[in-house]
């Protein structure tokens, strides 16, 4: 597989168990990073890790194929529709060998 897309999923720790489960039906020989216990601030909410926001996100990211990425795209607008109210973001980047 030649890696044409840096994908980037930024979410809610509650929906990262649905999203890995998603990506690893779709894509089989996905490969993945996943960096936990995120903080920040989105549109939504501040996600901290604190008594006072103490929600956390997650990201995740893969380098995958035109058809792979297509494939991440559809499954994370799935997401969305189940989750309306979870923070769920995702970016793609050309992914550039050197």
């Known amino acids: ?15 990262e168990d649905d999203i890995i489960e998603r990506l690893e039906e779709n894509i089989p020989d996905i490969q993945y990073t ?3 216990d995120v903080h920040g601030k989105g549109l939504k909410a501040r996600k901290m890790g604190s008594a006072a926001w103490p ?19 559809a499954m994370i607008e799935e ?20």
């Open 1 to 15: 597989m030649i890696a044409e897309y840096r994908a980037e999923i930024i979410s809610n720790q509650s929906v």
């Open 34 to 36: 996943i960096l936990n």
């Open 55 to 73: 929600e956390q996100n997650f990201i995740l990211y893969t380098y995958v194929d035109g058809d792979a990425a297509r494939k991440i795209k």
């Open 79 to 98: 997401v969305k529709v189940k989750f309306p109210k979870e923070g769920i973001s995702l970016f793609f980047t050309k992914g550039v060998e050197i």
